[in-house]
């Protein structure tokens, strides 16, 4: 690198040759987000997985998902569900503002489930039973297993469970790393010959050369995953557009996605008028959008100015060719039976920004393509996320080999402060969401809020990483916590057999691959991380070919 | 490094993080209450331009790091702010 030794923490900004001095931006920059970016990549990787990781870590379900699949249950047609769902409102949820009937699946079988808004503006549901439409069971009951399940891994990496604020703070290291990105491309001229490069034992080299070659592969996918995140809460963000046009007021914001999207809700009318019959509505939707019913919507029932949306079911294939996500839609009057709106599927109801918008948000949240793009998606994530390691790994070892002094008299405490955030940020995090799975395990059942337990002990386990990673000698942190990790990663089928039952090879033969597939990577997880240990112990004369041509070769 | 001249020569980092963050933010923003202006009804256009502000603010942030003076810096913010709220004022003139 080409960054001259007296360049400081503060000092280098701006200075220098143009390259010069992205170099500067990039290493600081790169550095005091790396940890929070690898946090939000890594979380964001195993988000991708959520379904498979929900399925994993409520195992009560397990034998009612097989059973459901073995025999199908005896159902009943669409138009009894349809009115089964609207007897069931009528007599229950009269007063709501809003109903929510979703029949069936896309084949016309499967759950009968009705939604709406409580009296607290709550959604709230019932599941009704598609044998003879009673109540079968209150849906919205306390599950055995309380848990966020995989899901705790989505709303971690966009707002770190901690609302509009956390939000704020992903948004600025999202901010930030298409600034290190930037910056990153500057610096590195010879971005392309760099990739074929890898020279492996030759330690501080070795690291550039990782990281490069991880950055470089997948820097469109970190390019857009980076931006489409922000762009997907852009309105949060950058509100000035909003404000100046529409003004600050929720009202304002409401006719700001009214003018884009729909029409907007009629107001209600004050006149009584009962809820129309729903099959001629919903066939005469099927045809104008071209897909089977998945829900029927009526906004203000019992009024006159009622107004019912019939919404389709994407089926797999065209889903995995669309980018766009979203569904059919045909909206009518409830009085006159009059076509208000119909959108096609994979259309928006608004123009090109809001087609845009609605295709960032696809391509970020990855709803398409199916499970090849998924795991696409998860290995990009990986390296993205080992980019920010290496990074993160790089900037230390090589000030290891040479003290650069940025911090004037305080340089080697920063430089203790910045090994254990090294640490904790990496295999610490390893460590909380590997714990995060064992928790669920762990947990007794009946405890109160316990959802909120596990992702404790999800905070609480990066909380200690972090202390024990400033308590013990950096290499004796790495080792242990990666021994740690390793450790909780490979016995995670074991805990699994000891407190359900279940093991990883019957779940194999039982077709579950889910359950299996989190297994499976839980534990070649562990074997790397038991790999790396192996690595970092061998002295250095075997992990580094000749220490003095490295030198030379740094220095340079 | 003695403590003083540290303080000295740090001062341009914390000016041009301030005008990276918020000349960079003002910037973004000008840009999209310009897209606003630009056509009636806004909200396609002020989406548009929300969608595009991440890349202006990057880009901002670039040229705040870039080694010239941090007076240049600021005119190279500055001025394009003033020229899209002129032509926002303009539009928005013109339009009634």
Same mark, same amino acid.
């Given at each position: 690198?080409?960054?001259?030794?007296?360049?400081?923490?503060?000092?280098?900004?701006?200075?220098?040759?143009?390259?010069?001095?992205?170099?500067?931006?990039?290493?600081?920059?790169? +550095?005091?987000?790396?940890?929070?970016?690898?946090?939000?990549?890594?979380?964001?990787?195993?988000?991708?997985?959520?379904?498979?990781?929900?399925?994993?870590?409520?195992?009560?379900?397990?034998?009612?998902?097989?059973?459901?699949?073995?025999?199908?249950?005896?159902?009943?047609?669409?138009?009894?569900?349809?009115?089964?769902? #609207?007897?069931?409102?009528?007599?229950?949820?009269?007063?709501?503002?809003?109903?929510?009937?979703?029949?069936?699946?896309?084949?016309?079988?499967?759950?009968?489930?009705?939604?709406?808004?409580?009296?607290?503006?709550?959604?709230?549901?019932?599941?009704?039973?598609?044998?003879?439409?009673?109540?079968? =069971?209150?849906?919205?009951?306390?599950?055995?297993?309380?848990?966020?399940?995989?899901?705790?891994?989505?709303?971690?990496?966009?707002?770190?469970?901690?609302?509009?604020?956390?939000?704020?703070?992903?948004?600025?290291?999202?901010?930030?790393?298409?600034?290190?990105?930037?910056?990153?491309?500057?610096?590195?001229?010879?971005?392309?010959?760099?990739?074929?490069?890898?020279?492996?034992?030759?330690?501080?080299?070795?690291?550039?050369?990782?990281?490069?070659?991880?950055?470089?592969?997948? +820097?469109?996918?970190?390019?857009?995953?980076?931006?489409?995140?922000?762009?997907?809460?852009?309105?949060?963000?950058?509100?000035?557009?909003?404000?100046?046009?529409?003004?600050?007021?929720?009202?304002?914001?409401?006719?700001?996605?009214?003018?884009?999207?729909?029409?907007?809700?009629?107001?209600?009318?004050?006149?009584?008028?009962?809820?129309?019959?729903?099959?001629?509505?919903? +066939?005469?939707?099927?045809?104008?959008?071209?897909?089977?019913?998945?829900?029927?919507?009526?906004?203000?029932?019992?009024?006159?100015?009622?107004?019912?949306?019939?919404?389709?079911?994407?089926?797999?294939?065209?889903?995995?060719?669309?980018?766009?996500?979203?569904?059919?839609?045909?909206?009518?009057?409830?009085?006159?039976?009059?076509?208000?709106?119909?959108?096609?599927?994979?259309?928006?109801?608004?123009?090109?920004?809001?087609?845009?918008?609605?295709?960032?948000?696809?391509?970020?949240?990855?709803?398409?393509?199916?499970?090849?793009?998924?795991?696409?998606?998860?290995?990009?994530? +990986?390296?993205?996320?080992?980019?920010?390691?290496?990074?993160?790994?790089?900037?230390?070892?090589?000030?290891?080999?040479?003290?650069?002094?940025?911090?004037?008299?305080?340089?080697?405490?920063?430089?203790?402060?910045?090994?254990?955030?090294?640490?904790?940020? #990496?295999?610490?995090?390893?460590?909380?969401?590997?714990?995060?799975?064992?928790?669920?395990?762990?947990?007794?059942?009946?405890?109160?809020?316990?959802?909120?337990?596990?992702?404790?002990?999800?905070?609480?386990?990066?909380?200690?990483?972090?202390?024990?990673?400033?308590?013990? =000698?950096?290499?004796?942190?790495?080792?242990?916590?990666?021994?740690?990790?390793?450790?909780?990663?490979?016995?995670?089928?074991?805990?699994?057999?000891?407190?359900?039952?279940?093991?990883?090879?019957?779940?194999?033969?039982?077709?579950?691959?889910?359950?299996?597939?989190?297994?499976?990577?839980?534990? #070649?997880?562990?074997?790397?991380?038991?790999?790396?240990?192996?690595?970092?112990?061998?002295?250095?004369?075997?992990?580094?070919?000749?220490?003095?041509?490295?030198?030379?070769?740094?220095?340079? | 490094?003695?403590?003083?001249?540290?303080?000295?020569?740090?001062?341009?980092?914390?000016?041009?993080?301030?005008?990276?963050?918020?000349?960079?933010?003002?910037?973004?923003?000008?840009?999209?209450?310009?897209?606003?202006?630009?056509?009636?009804?806004?909200?396609?256009?002020?989406?548009?331009?929300?969608?595009?502000?991440?890349?202006?603010?990057?880009?901002?942030?670039?040229?705040?790091?870039?080694?010239?003076?941090?007076?240049?810096?600021?005119?190279?913010?500055?001025?394009?702010?003033?020229?899209?709220?002129?032509?926002?004022?303009?539009?928005?003139?013109?339009?009634?």
């Amino acid at each position: 690198m080409s960054e001259k030794p007296e360049q400081g923490a503060l000092t280098g900004a701006g200075t220098g040759g143009f390259r010069q001095a992205h170099s500067w931006l990039h290493t600081w920059c790169g +550095l005091w987000f790396s940890w929070l970016l690898f946090a939000v990549f890594l979380t964001g990787t195993l988000a991708v997985f959520e379904e498979p990781i929900t399925h994993w870590m409520t195992p009560e379900h397990h034998a009612e998902e097989a059973a459901e699949r073995s025999k199908p249950q005896p159902t009943a047609s669409l138009s009894q569900r349809l009115a089964w769902g #609207i007897d069931y409102m009528r007599e229950h949820h009269l007063s709501a503002s809003m109903w929510e009937l979703w029949p069936a699946d896309a084949q016309g079988a499967g759950d009968l489930r009705v939604y709406w808004f409580d009296s607290n503006r709550q959604y709230a549901a019932a599941q009704l039973s598609t044998a003879d439409g009673s109540p079968s =069971q209150p849906a919205n009951a306390p599950p055995v297993r309380g848990t966020q399940g995989g899901h705790h891994f989505v709303t971690f990496h966009y707002e770190l469970h901690a609302g509009t604020v956390g939000l704020w703070i992903v948004g600025i290291a999202a901010l930030a790393m298409l600034v290190a990105l930037v910056s990153g491309v500057i610096t590195h001229k010879r971005i392309f010959k760099d990739f074929f490069t890898f020279r492996a034992k030759k330690g501080q080299r070795s690291w550039l050369d990782a990281h490069n070659a991880v950055a470089v592969l997948t +820097l469109p996918f970190q390019f857009m995953i980076a931006y489409t995140g922000l762009a997907i809460s852009a309105s949060t963000f950058m509100p000035a557009g909003i404000a100046a046009h529409y003004g600050t007021q929720a009202a304002d914001k409401e006719r700001f996605s009214a003018e884009m999207n729909e029409p907007g809700k009629p107001a209600p009318s004050g006149k009584p008028m009962a809820v129309p019959d729903l099959e001629p509505f919903v +066939l005469r939707g099927q045809q104008l959008m071209g897909q089977p019913v998945r829900a029927v919507v009526v906004d203000h029932p019992g009024d006159a100015a009622a107004r019912i949306g019939v919404y389709g079911w994407n089926d797999e294939a065209s889903s995995k060719q669309r980018l766009s996500p979203t569904s059919g839609m045909a909206m009518f009057s409830a009085a006159t039976g009059e076509v208000l709106q119909v959108r096609l599927p994979g259309a928006t109801d608004g123009g090109n920004a809001t087609l845009a918008q609605s295709v960032m948000g696809g391509l970020h949240m990855v709803p398409f393509g199916g499970l090849a793009l998924k795991w696409l998606y998860f290995t990009c994530g +990986l390296m993205g996320s080992a980019m920010m390691a290496t990074g993160a790994i790089l900037f230390m070892v090589k000030r290891r080999n040479k003290h650069l002094g940025e911090f004037g008299a305080s340089t080697a405490r920063v430089y203790r402060l910045i090994e254990g955030l090294n640490v904790a940020a #990496i295999a610490g995090l390893g460590v909380a969401c590997i714990g995060y799975l064992w928790a669920n395990r762990l947990v007794p059942l009946g405890i109160a809020h316990r959802d909120d337990w596990e992702i404790g002990v999800f905070f609480a386990l990066w909380a200690l990483s972090l202390l024990h990673a400033w308590c013990r =000698q950096p290499k004796a942190a790495w080792r242990e916590q990666l021994g740690l990790l390793a450790l909780l990663c490979v016995l995670l089928p074991a805990l699994n057999w000891m407190t359900t039952g279940e093991m990883l090879l019957t779940q194999m033969l039982h077709g579950d691959w889910e359950s299996a597939g989190v297994e499976g990577v839980a534990v #070649i997880t562990g074997v790397l991380a038991a790999w790396a240990i192996r690595w970092q112990m061998r002295p250095a004369s075997v992990r580094l070919k000749s220490p003095k041509a490295v030198a030379v070769e740094v220095s340079q | 490094m003695s403590g003083a001249k540290t303080a000295k020569r740090s001062a341009p980092f914390f000016q041009r993080l301030v005008a990276a963050v918020l000349g960079g933010y003002l910037l973004a923003s000008a840009w999209i209450v310009f897209c606003g202006a630009l056509s009636q009804p806004a909200a396609e256009a002020v989406l548009a331009g929300m969608q595009i502000s991440f890349a202006i603010h990057v880009a901002a942030i670039i040229w705040s790091f870039s080694p010239v003076s941090i007076a240049r810096v600021w005119v190279g913010l500055v001025v394009p702010v003033a020229l899209l709220s002129v032509a926002t004022w303009a539009l928005m003139q013109w339009r009634g």
